[in-house]
């Protein structure tokens, strides 16, 4: 397996030019995040995973992870790899300073978690699950939780989990069985859980589990959900460690990829019962835990991008190394370097620009997450709140698909070579592919895309996008030959997602709509990544022409890449398109015995 280099100058094109940085610079508590302060930041951020977490990917992968005598024991090095992280104050970036957070806007942590999950995605699985359960509890906790658990879990102290999954329960989460019985000032809950993430490990001494259950009085269906606090070890009125609670994990599951994260069944309550606390009110848990299942769907989409540049990274250098064949219009018997031929190329170009799109769009969400959450004007809050609903699902699942398609792509450059394990590509696709299925599988993204935020509104969000789009397609117009070869790619693109998204709309909720939703998707997200390719390269465009253009070759090669885009990508927008509007119509033609 190469080396990881972050792409740091990608990083901050990205944030400075895409993102908005400068607007998020303006909000309050953002005003020290200067140009400077993030470029340090990212160093720091991308020197720690590539000289601590990356070198125990392909270790941690080979090990995995083992339940020995009911605990959880990590891959060697992982524990004290954890420990550096929270030493460095890496799990504290994004939250409250008021429990111990240093505060940095979600755009820029969103940057550095982009670097930990490239580095080690198995290990960054801890923290990612830990800042969902903060966000939860810092949204939803009372005061009291709040003191309790969350200074040890921003610290990193403490972890946090997400408990929804059960064996007879997977995505339907009206089917969910575990109980919460009310005994005094807590509950006692019963049940299994299973695919939990880093349910049991040996990285810190309390895990703060997060865990939905249903009470006796409640009825069937999501509505009588609640959801409970279930730490492993109960914790007193001063803040320390107590007794050990009932509950412990009973199996590891054997994966595909990520071997190093422990995907732990868990058992609460076969002594007598858990004990649990109450977060918000009885029959709301699954509002709650939508904050904690958001948050991860957005840091799903970017284990999409960092996969897919650590993936990318893996088969450029290869190409870079390996002699095989002449190069094309050379006579001569001397082999060259397999990145001198066209279709591989082809293939890294088409990594490259894939992962530059979808790092486009993490970011972009990310920064409209930092508007949504800080602006002083309510109602600009409030629009940007729209437009951040809107792009999650997309974030989520486009990403991940790309990543997974960048995956199989790196193995395809290395040969054969690529199936061999030594390479180390086959385990980022492995790594990869469980992306597309978990926070809600991509299909289940679409259908959320489609039917809450497109045709609850009739589509008044799409459209607002869709015309953002426009203006920049207009601004293109008046710009270079290259830029006005972008400028026709996005204006067909643009034209086939305003139509598709009319289409939807006009037909409104069933089965022709729903049949729609994943090719729907797909072309958003194809635009959508198109959209932000061009305003890169507006930006790198206007850039070069200043007086004294720093890093014109990064410049120049953002012009490439998106011509690339606009060339080999957007060109996918039409046949979407077609997919949606008939695409679906034969979805129930077919009868159950023919299938």
């Not at 740091?8 to 610079?25: N, P, W």
């Not at 409250?96 to 580095?119: F, R």
């Not at 992306?435 to 895309?449: F, K, S, W």
Request: glycine share 10%.
């Amino acid at each position: 397996m190469s080396a990881y280099a972050p792409p740091i100058r990608d990083m901050i094109f990205a944030l400075t030019e895409l993102a908005g940085l400068s607007e998020v610079r303006d909000l309050p508590g953002c005003e020290e995040m200067t140009p400077d302060l993030v470029v340090a930041v990212l160093a720091e951020a991308g020197r720690f995973g590539s000289e601590v977490l990356a070198p125990l990917n392909a270790s941690g992968d080979r090990e995995g992870c083992v339940l020995e005598n009911g605990s959880v024991r990590t891959p060697r090095g992982f524990p004290q790899a954890y420990r550096q992280f929270v030493d460095g104050g890496w799990n504290s970036v994004a939250f409250d300073p008021e429990h111990g957070g240093q505060g940095l806007p979600w755009a820029v942590s969103t940057a550095v978690a982009e670097i930990w999950h490239s580095s080690n995605m198995a290990f960054a699985l801890c923290p990612m699950l830990t800042q969902g359960a903060i966000e939860l509890l810092q949204t939803h906790g009372s005061p009291e939780q709040k003191a309790r658990y969350l200074p040890r879990m921003v610290s990193g102290e403490w972890t946090g989990t997400m408990n929804l999954t059960e064996p007879q329960a997977g995505s339907d989460l009206a089917a969910v069985r575990t109980r919460a019985v009310r005994e005094g000032d807590h509950y006692r809950v019963t049940g299994q859980k299973i695919f939990i993430t880093h349910g049991d490990h040996d990285f810190t001494d309390n895990i703060v589990h997060m865990v939905l259950a249903r009470t006796p009085e409640a009825g069937n269906g999501v509505r009588g959900l609640s959801l409970f606090i279930v730490p492993k070890f109960l914790v007193g009125d001063d803040g320390r460690i107590g007794a050990r609670n009932d509950l412990r994990c009973i199996k590891l599951e054997h994966k595909l990829g990520i071997h190093a994260s422990p995907t732990a069944v868990m058992a609460f309550g076969d002594d007598g019962g858990a004990i649990g606390y109450l977060v918000g009110e009885e029959g709301r848990g699954l509002e709650c835990m939508f904050t904690m299942m958001n948050n991860a769907r957005l840091a799903v989409g970017l284990q999409g991008v960092a996969i897919a540049e650590r993936a990318y990274q893996q088969a450029r250098d290869y190409a870079r190394e390996r002699l095989q064949g002449r190069a094309p219009g050379r006579s001569d018997a001397e082999s060259v370097a397999i990145i001198h031929h066209p279709d591989v190329r082809r293939m890294l170009l088409t990594m490259k620009t894939k992962t530059e799109a979808i790092r486009a769009l993490a970011y972009f969400a990310a920064g409209s997450i930092d508007v949504a959450r800080r602006h002083p004007d309510p109602a600009i809050r409030r629009e940007r709140q729209t437009l951040v609903d809107l792009l999650i699902p997309v974030v989520k699942a486009w990403s991940t698909d790309v990543g997974i398609e960048v995956a199989s792509m790196g193995i395809q450059v290395h040969g054969g070579m690529g199936y061999i394990e030594e390479t180390g590509a086959a385990q980022h696709l492995r790594d990869a592919r469980i992306t597309a299925i978990y926070e809600g599988t991509n299909g289940i993204q679409a259908n959320d895309l489609v039917g809450r935020k497109v045709l609850r509104d009739g589509g008044a969000a799409a459209r607002k996008l869709i015309a953002a789009m426009r203006s920049t397609e207009g601004i293109l117009a008046h710009q270079n030959a290259n830029l006005t070869a972008v400028r026709t790619r996005l204006g067909a693109g643009v034209d086939a997602l305003d139509t598709a998204t009319n289409w939807l709309v006009e037909r409104g909720p069933g089965t022709e709509t729903a049949a729609a939703a994943y090719p729907y998707l797909r072309l958003f997200g194809t635009v959508a990544g198109g959209w932000l390719m061009a305003k890169a390269a507006l930006a790198a465009d206007t850039l070069l022409a200043a007086a004294d253009p720093t890093d014109e070759r990064m410049l120049e090669t953002k012009l490439v890449s998106a011509r690339f885009y606009a060339d080999n990508v957007l060109p996918h927008a039409p046949a979407l398109l077609a997919a949606v509007t008939s695409g679906g119509e034969m979805v129930t033609a077919m009868g159950e015995a023919e299938f």
